[in-house]
């Protein structure tokens, strides 16, 4: 049987945005996550939303899953409640076909055989697109050969740089003209630094920005050395300030479409009630003008 790996679905809640990685053949077990992207609700209507995301989706595809929340910072958000765990994991019975939920996680063995099998997924996720497993191996093969054919250029260039002594001592050996060649080159170069210096050659724009780079970055790497405490709050709150970021991006990607098919909809709407405020009435049969 073909080995695939199911797309994940992503859908706005408006202050929060869902994730649904659909189970498939490397997992037996559905993933919803919430992340909450704007202000995050206190700790029981978190809950109440983990509740609902489960039911939703078990309705909309009843196998097994595990429902977790993050916060805008992509971290897994805990209850301070210890009777509730960070993960609510739920299932379809299949003889009775009621909903199974509980807080915590649940055991392989837990989980109904029934709904976890390769044959029962395809059917659930008939729909859903996935990719083929095949197909994904393909692309990290292809990646690996073009990083093996980066690798092999580097190693082209250490062996350039190392047929230079090999040049050298070429010249030890009586080959004269490998000697005058080499020689213009010392020459040419030591002119072109010559010039540089006096300043009869400009910069290029890219060499002096690159120096004004290497220059903040010995200044900055100066004052964390005076102070490796601060750096360190400094790197937490870069880290913590792009994981915003990120989930802000996705989460303005998600609901983009839906957005403008609000707006789509109330201009539409707006432009029926102008249209029927501005409509003519009809005169009635027999009606004349005034």
């Given at each position: 049987?073909?080995?695939?790996?199911?797309?994940?679905?992503?859908?706005?809640?408006?202050?929060?945005?869902?994730?649904?990685?659909?189970?498939?053949?490397?997992?037996?077990?559905?993933?919803?996550?919430?992340?909450?992207?704007?202000?995050?609700?206190?700790?029981?209507?978190i809950r109440k939303l983990m509740e609902r995301e489960l039911r939703t989706w078990l309705t909309r595809f009843p196998v097994p899953v595990m429902v977790s929340s993050f916060d805008a910072t992509e971290?897994?958000?805990?209850?301070?409640?210890?009777?509730?765990?960070?993960?609510?994991?739920?299932?379809?019975?299949?003889?009775?076909?009621?909903?199974?939920?509980?807080?915590?996680?649940?055991?392989?063995?837990?989980?109904?055989?029934?709904?976890?099998?390769?044959?029962?997924?395809e059917m659930a996720y008939e729909k859903v697109p996935f990719r083929r497993r095949e197909d994904v191996v393909r692309a990290v093969d292809d990646r690996d050969r073009k990083l093996r054919a980066g690798v092999r250029i580097f190693r082209a260039v250490i062996v350039f740089i190392a047929a230079i002594p090999l040049a050298i001592e070429l010249i030890g050996l009586g080959v004269n003209w490998l000697g005058y060649i080499l020689q213009g080159i010392s020459i040419c170069a030591g002119l072109y630094k010559v010039a540089k210096v006096s300043g009869w050659i400009k910069s290029s724009k890219p060499a002096r920005e690159e120096a004004e780079s290497k220059r903040r970055m010995e200044h900055y790497y100066y004052h964390c050395e005076?102070?490796?405490?601060?750096?360190?709050?400094l790197k937490c709150e870069n880290f913590e300030r792009e994981a915003k970021e990120r989930t802000a991006q996705e989460a303005a990607e998600i609901a983009g479409p839906t957005d403008k098919h609000r707006e789509l909809v109330e201009s539409t709407e707006c432009l029926v009630r102008r249209a029927d405020q501005t409509r003519v009435p009809r005169r009635k049969t027999g009606q004349t003008m005034a």
């Amino acid at each position: 049987m073909t080995k695939y790996i199911g797309k994940e679905i992503k859908e706005s809640r408006g202050a929060y945005y869902v994730t649904y990685q659909p189970a498939d053949s490397r997992y037996n077990l559905a993933d919803v996550s919430l992340v909450f992207h704007e202000n995050q609700p206190d700790e029981n209507d978190i809950r109440k939303l983990m509740e609902r995301e489960l039911r939703t989706w078990l309705t909309r595809f009843p196998v097994p899953v595990m429902v977790s929340s993050f916060d805008a910072t992509e971290s897994l958000i805990h209850f301070s409640n210890n009777q509730h765990s960070a993960h609510l994991m739920g299932y379809i019975e299949p003889e009775t076909g009621k909903s199974v939920e509980r807080w915590g996680l649940l055991q392989e063995n837990e989980l109904p055989a029934a709904r976890t099998t390769a044959e029962y997924l395809e059917m659930a996720y008939e729909k859903v697109p996935f990719r083929r497993r095949e197909d994904v191996v393909r692309a990290v093969d292809d990646r690996d050969r073009k990083l093996r054919a980066g690798v092999r250029i580097f190693r082209a260039v250490i062996v350039f740089i190392a047929a230079i002594p090999l040049a050298i001592e070429l010249i030890g050996l009586g080959v004269n003209w490998l000697g005058y060649i080499l020689q213009g080159i010392s020459i040419c170069a030591g002119l072109y630094k010559v010039a540089k210096v006096s300043g009869w050659i400009k910069s290029s724009k890219p060499a002096r920005e690159e120096a004004e780079s290497k220059r903040r970055m010995e200044h900055y790497y100066y004052h964390c050395e005076k102070n490796p405490e601060g750096f360190s709050r400094l790197k937490c709150e870069n880290f913590e300030r792009e994981a915003k970021e990120r989930t802000a991006q996705e989460a303005a990607e998600i609901a983009g479409p839906t957005d403008k098919h609000r707006e789509l909809v109330e201009s539409t709407e707006c432009l029926v009630r102008r249209a029927d405020q501005t409509r003519v009435p009809r005169r009635k049969t027999g009606q004349t003008m005034a």
